[in-house]
């Protein structure tokens, strides 16, 4: 089974600054997705950014980039310029190709970006 | 294109009564997630379905939870006789066939046990 760990429980950061929130999984597949979601008080769940592990280029949304190390099983977001609007619980999921469709989730990591 | 909509957004109910979430997925969207989110925890699979298909359980509770997404009208999920510890928010999701890494969720539908 897969199992997604997110060590950071809560991080706060200054508006404007870059923040990096970290994600491990563990696997045994070599086919699969890495997600971030965003949880904002509001509780919708939004996605961020997505990459897949055949993929060895990170991926990148406008502020939000990964950095995805295959081999150490790695997968942590970097948020650059962050904005108050950042506040929110993020988790990082994994989604095995083929083995089923169902998305594992980390327990989140709450950030505050804070003026 | 609207997106995934749940009802109701919030539920209250006594012990030992039935509880039915809605959830009407993207328009063209043929397949159905079902999420569970605990207080302080992360969001856990409960079932995938398919049109009038159940594809993969395996996160249910073996008891009082069902699920199902008929032909037509929205997927539901069921709870039989609830307990204090079914309080949680109930998320779902849909995709399109062959776009599994493109799950769409909806709001959530909070249920509160008392």
């Known amino acids: 089974a897969q199992t997604v760990t997110q060590s950071q429980p809560e991080m706060s950061v200054q508006e404007a600054e870059t923040v990096t929130l970290s994600c491990t999984y563990d696997t045994s597949e070599n086919n699969y997705y890495l997600f971030w979601y965003k949880q904002p008080p509001s509780r919708q769940m939004i996605l961020v950014i997505r990459q897949e592990a055949y993929k060895q280029q990170n991926a990148t949304e406008n502020r939000f980039s990964v950095n995805f190390q295959k081999a150490a099983k790695s997968f942590s977001l970097k948020i650059s310029d962050s904005q108050l609007g950042d506040t929110a619980m993020y988790f990082c999921?994994?989604?095995?190709?083929?083995?089923?469709?169902?998305?594992?989730f980390g327990t989140g990591t709450q950030l505050k970006v804070e003026l | 294109n609207a997106g995934v909509m749940q009802n109701p957004r919030h539920l209250v109910r006594r012990r030992g009564q039935e509880a039915r979430l809605r959830c009407s997925p993207m328009?063209?969207?043929?397949?159905v997630y079902w999420y569970r989110q605990l207080p302080e925890e992360g969001l856990k699979f409960m079932v995938y379905l398919q049109k009038e298909n159940i594809i993969d359980e395996s996160g249910m509770p073996k008891e009082r939870f069902s699920a199902e997404f008929p032909k037509e009208g929205p997927s539901i999920l069921r709870i039989q006789q609830v307990v204090r510890g079914d309080s949680a928010a109930y998320f779902c999701?849909?995709?399109?066939?062959?776009?599994?890494?493109?799950?769409?969720f909806g709001p959530g539908t909070r249920l509160t046990v008392t």
């Open positions: 999701a849909s995709s399109l066939p062959g776009q599994i890494y493109e799950q769409y």
């Open positions: 999921a994994f989604l095995l190709t083929g083995g089923g469709n169902k998305l594992t």
């Open positions: 328009k063209g969207h043929s397949h």
